[in-house]
């Protein structure tokens, strides 16, 4: 009885949480209706007994991911009025890309989507039931091949921002040997009084 208040208050809230997430202007406050997203996610793997699954989204997308890009875009400093003008250029492609994503989720969910009374009712849980032990059975066995996919695509994405990221030196520009700065010896300080002149 309750857990279906819970499940109608997370996804009211989660669905909000979502909306705001792309509308409001200010990026760090899109950041952190994110993590209101994320939380109320989080909820409803509780409500689904998936204990470990929600844990995880709260310390890896909550504690690192949304923390590292609220680092970002703070450090970025984002100019919303630039980054707003080529909207309406882009919006039927969006619109486009919109409806076939909804498209084929109503497709993979099928008849569950019109009538919730069609899925089966999940049989009830033993005294040793793990659902991490469960987690880690179907992602190597039943789904291990596109696990495999899935970190072989993470791969090549740390390689591409590697990639991207690394400049060639250029003829005349001057660069920091960092190596020569940290291996450079105490004899190449010299205390110098605050109140000595120096002499040019």
């Known amino acids: ?25 200010n990026t760090v406050h899109a950041v952190m209706w994110l993590i209101v997203v994320f939380l109320n996610a989080a909820g409803l793997f509780f409500l689904l007994e998936q204990e470990f699954i929600a844990l995880i989204l709260i310390l890896v997308y909550i504690g690192a991911v949304v ?5 970002v875009v703070m450090m970025l400093d984002v100019n919303i009025s630039k980054v707003r003008e080529g909207f309406t250029h882009y919006l039927p492609l969006a619109v486009t890309l919109g409806i076939f994503l909804v498209a084929e989720v109503a497709l993979v969910v099928g008849d ?11 049989a009830p849980k033993g005294a040793d039931y793990s659902n991490t032990t469960e987690v880690g059975l179907q992602l190597y066995t039943t789904y291990l091949f596109p696990f495999e996919v899935a970190s072989v695509i993470l791969l090549v994405a740390l390689i591409g921002a590697v990639v991207l990221t690394h400049r060639p030196a250029q003829k005349g520009a ?3 040997k960092i190596s020569e700065q940290v291996a450079a010896g105490p004899a190449r300080l010299r205390k110098v009084s ?7």
Do not use: C, H
């Open 67 to 71: 923390v590292l890009l609220l680092f």
């Open 1 to 25: 009885m309750f857990s279906e208040y819970f499940f109608y208050l997370f996804s009211a809230v989660m669905a909000v949480s979502g909306f705001m997430v792309i509308t409001v202007r």
């Open 194 to 200: 605050s109140k000595q002149k120096i002499n040019a």
């Open 112 to 122: 569950s989507l019109i009538s919730p009374e069609a899925l089966p009712i999940p």
């Open 174 to 176: 001057k660069y920091q």
